[in-house]
């Protein structure tokens, strides 16, 4: 159905893709795994030819979708081949209604009234979304969204679907939605997908193969074969690898039939205690916070209060307050009512300079924190907003992460690098409390787990680090503490292990195999230290 | 839970464009008080009964505020720089000999309750035509009306909704870049400080953004197959400007009293005319479809309907009592209410009672 031919592509003189021969059979769900920069959502736009159209290039070989060459169309003329979902869907939103959205193509296409009416209900009724088919789109949820993006991509009744990171910025409720509507779609309607995500443990287990993009090339096969010489691979595979199980599996279920052994010999084993030894009065506490907007109340009544040391995870639904609440902490977001107080001071009563040296927050986006044209630029203006001495932030920079080109933009870093000199300026005021909103968006394995590195050291430094996310793996290797809000309110509150444990919406890969344990590092200092005796 | 939401959709755009310009053709018609008050009085009810809670909803709120300062300006240009004048001296101002070869103006001198009044019947109908436009721009959707264009003109339209989409984006992408710049303790307010870390940034974003929108336009198929011969482009661009041209040069010879009526009346036709070929070729040949074509109901033309009343009484007044169309400021009198137009205005505000405001279409917040 998608055939690559020996296809080469490269940016100016650097390559991206290098003799790529793939062959994608009808009605097949393929994964596409690979570190961040690696070419994943080159070669998915590619595919309709967004890439070289919409960004220059140099290409050779020879890509065919359903028999039609892609190289001799444009991206508007294959709309009725190939559907493409990207990660953000309101950036390609055209109108601000469900219905006319769901449309659009059709309209383009040219199809008649009769006909689009049919096909729009047909895809209403197939994601699932009657309920808002008369809404605005701005009235939606986002795994709504979503799937409305996706539904949008099928009225032309395309042969493949396309998808770059379809879940990436969603809660896990949302992105199971938005999953199962695609496995339904391959099932219902035989269409082809496509698909690249970082969160590998969250689609893994609908897959019926798999691509690996390193280096330019690309090794296909099954799921599990590739991930298991992948560098990118969900905490279910490295624990198959640890364990020696055959394969390796890729889902829980297959991991649990083979668990058993292992969980014998870890039976006198305790994983080793994540809350922080250090006692003392706390350095955040909060009562009864409220953040009001026009219609809606975000965060209703928060209590909290938080020690030098601890790492706190603040998990919730997409619109659960997780983002108000950090930004009212910090002080520089609305609080309608209550008290925050840092150290005993209001950080909102303080002027914004002042704030900033008694709580940091790297917001969603990190790029918003960054003007300079270079990084040297970055970091010498945060050394003067903080008043901090020269090179101050150059050298927390140095620590954070290695080797970053001092002369490049800020923009053009790469995701982790990017998110590390947000972290930098932040850091270069000094703040004992620490706030990151959604720091996961777009890093790998390898990303978040050199992340939660980080972020644990900070926190033994006697920072109190606290990360709003929907990821559960990261939350299994950073966190020593959760803090589950819904629809504003704390619904859950206490140490890592207890809480993850008891949702199986928040539980990671690893706990569900073995319960009790988090993470695969922990299992493997437990075995070596039994391996050792 | 569909059918009785989409019975009680709000009247079609094209209608209330013509509602409110009907109403300001009775408007240009006279220069009658009572009557002008009435007509922004009757559109003031409509608006406040119809409209939705849409961003452009408030638009009648400013286009008041237009109105009533058209109408002090014309009235500081007559008291410094006079006008028609009277017997009714009101008060003086200090006045400035002009030379001779300014003869018929003057600065300051005395300002006359008989001009005052002349000056505001001058303004009050530029105002109440404004007010019209402003009913028209708070009761219509644009959206709405972009989608009743004419195919031809479809990528004009789809750039307008772009527009218009991106336009509430850009505020928060302000809002956000000025609480990240909080975040870094920058509150500096100099201009090149703001320009480097807010318009930079969000300008940036914007572009960003839309190089992502056309990518997706593009990958769902916008602009596929406009290459339609370059032959039957041609055609169409030159009877669309030619159209234009004669539209103008018609609108010229009208206005201007030179040219005798039925030349410019011919003017306007075949400009009319070529404009309307144009589109109407050009749409035939664009692939496009519409998912949902905006009928125009049996409500809309009761709405036109109600317009063309308040329209067809100042034309019924204009003939039987001339007098109190145009009344007359010198002497001073109490102008009297034409009562054929008094009353076509009243049924203009009919919208009132046919198509009341419902609430717009929103989910849980």
């Known amino acids: 159905m998608i055939h690559f031919d020996r296809v080469t592509f490269a940016y100016d003189e650097r390559p991206v893709l290098r003799d790529v021969t793939i062959d994608i059979p009808e009605g097949e769900f393929c994964l596409l795994v690979g570190s961040t920069g690696a070419g994943k959502s080159t070669l998915l736009r590619s595919i309709n030819g967004l890439v070289p159209h919409f960004t220059g290039g140099t290409m050779t070989g020879e890509i065919t979708v359903a028999g039609r060459r892609v190289r001799t169309s444009s991206p508007a003329d294959l709309a009725d081949a190939v559907g493409y979902v990207s990660q953000d869907p309101l950036a390609g939103f055209v109108t601000d209604d469900v219905e006319l959205e769901l449309a659009y193509t059709a309209e383009q296409l040219g199809l008649p009234q009769a006909t689009m009416r049919k096909r729009v209900t047909e895809i209403v009724d197939l994601l699932g979304l009657a309920d808002v088919r008369g809404r605005t789109l701005a009235a939606l949820s986002s795994g709504q969204r979503q799937r409305v993006a996706i539904g949008a991509a099928l009225v032309a009744g395309p042969s493949a679907l396309v998808l770059d990171e379809p879940t990436s910025a969603l809660d896990p409720g949302a992105a199971d939605e938005v999953l199962s509507a695609l496995h339904r779609l391959v099932h219902d309607l035989g269409v082809t997908v496509l698909l690249a995500e970082h969160r590998l443990e969250r689609v893994v287990q609908y897959a019926d193969s798999a691509l690996l993009l390193r280096d330019g090339t690309v090794t296909a096969g099954g799921p599990g074969a590739v991930l298991a010489d992948s560098p990118v ?46 006692a003392g009065s706390p350095l955040l506490e909060t009562g009864a916070v409220a953040v009001d907007y026009s219609r809606v109340r975000a965060v209703d009544g928060v209590d909290l209060a938080a020690l030098r040391g601890e790492r706190i995870a603040l998990m919730g639904r997409n619109g659960s307050g997780k983002s108000s609440l950090l930004w009212a902490l910090q002080g520089t977001g609305r609080r309608s009512a209550g008290t925050v107080r840092i150290d005993g001071v ?11 040296t008694v709580a940091g927050l790297v917001p969603s986006e990190p790029a918003d924190l960054l003007y300079a044209e270079t990084v040297r630029a970055e970091c010498e203006g945060a050394d003067r907003d903080g008043d901090a001495p020269s090179g101050t932030c150059a050298k927390i920079l140095a620590d954070l992460v290695e080797d970053v080109d001092a002369g490049a933009h800020p923009r053009d870093l790469s995701e982790g690098q990017r998110l590390a000199l947000a972290l930098a300026v932040t850091l270069t005021a000094a703040p004992p409390l620490l706030l990151l909103d959604e720091p996961t968006r777009g890093l790998d394995y390898p990303g978040k787990a050199s992340l939660a590195t980080r972020l644990r050291g900070l926190a033994d430094a006697g920072h109190c680090v606290i990360v709003s996310t929907h990821d559960v793996e990261f939350v299994a290797e950073f966190a020593s503490r959760v803090v589950i809000l819904s629809d504003g309110r704390v619904v859950a509150d ?40 | 839970m569909n059918a009785p939401a989409r019975a009680r959709r709000p009247a079609h755009p094209v209608a209330w464009w013509g509602w409110a310009l009907l109403l300001a053709t009775a408007a240009s018609r006279t220069a009658n008080p009572w009557l002008l008050l009435l007509i922004i009085a009757v559109s003031g009810l409509v608006v406040s009964w119809c409209r939705g809670d849409e961003p452009w909803s408030g638009a009648y709120r400013v286009f008041l505020a237009i109105g009533a300062s058209a109408i002090a300006i014309r009235m500081t240009f007559y008291i410094v720089f006079g006008g028609a004048e009277g017997t009714t001296v009101l008060f003086a101002l200090p006045s400035i000999r002009l030379p001779d070869w300014a003869a018929g103006f003057r600065l300051g001198g005395a300002v006359s309750a008989e001009g005052a009044l002349a000056a505001s019947y001058d303004g009050l109908p530029l105002a109440t035509l404004l007010v019209c436009v402003g009913a028209a721009n708070a009761l219509a959707s644009p959206r709405r009306l972009l989608r009743s264009v004419p195919a031809a003109l479809y990528e004009v339209s789809v750039a307008v909704v772009v527009a218009l989409s991106v336009a509430p984006q850009l505020v928060s992408g302000v809002a956000r870049i000025r609480k990240a710049r909080a975040l870094r303790g920058n509150t500096k307010r100099n201009p090149a400080n703001l320009m480097r870390t807010v318009v930079v940034p969000v300008l940036h974003d914007a572009l960003d953004r839309s190089l992502a929108l056309a990518a997706a336009m593009a990958s769902r198929g916008y602009g596929r197959a406009a290459g339609a011969a370059a032959s039957t482009r041609r055609t169409t661009s030159a009877l669309l400007l030619m159209g234009l041209l004669g539209l103008c040069a018609g609108a010229y010879a009208l206005l201007g009293p030179a040219t005798p009526a039925p030349v410019a009346w011919g003017l306007l036709a075949l400009g009319a005319a070529a404009a309307v070929l144009g589109i109407a070729f050009a749409s035939k040949r664009v692939p496009h479809t519409r998912y949902r074509t905006d009928a125009f109901g049996a409500r809309d033309w009761a709405v036109l309907l109600s317009g063309s009343a308040a329209a067809m009484g100042s034309i019924v007044s204009a003939a039987a009592e001339p007098g109190s169309i145009w009344p007359a400021t010198n002497p001073l009198t109490m102008p009297p209410l034409p009562l054929a137009a008094a009353f076509g205005v009243l049924i203009a505000a009919a919208p009132a009672i046919l198509v009341p405001n419902t609430p717009t279409k929103a989910g849980p917040a």
């Open chain 1, 233 to 278: 691979a969900p905490p279910v595979v490295h624990l198959g690898k640890l364990a020696h199980w055959p394969g390796p599996p890729v889902t829980i279920r297959e991991a649990r039939r083979h668990a058993a052994p292992l969980r014998e010999r870890l039976a006198g084993e305790r994983p080793p205690q994540r809350a922080p030894v250090a």
């Open chain 1, 494 to 533: 206490g140490p890592a292990c207890r809480i993850v444990s008891a949702s199986p919406m928040f539980a990671p890969q690893v706990e569900k195999i073995l319960p009790g344990w988090l993470t695969v590092a922990e299992v493997a200092a437990a075995l070596g230290a039994d391996d050792d005796r």
């Open chain 1, 346 to 356: 209001d950080p909102s009563s303080l002027r914004p300079g002042r704030r900033r």
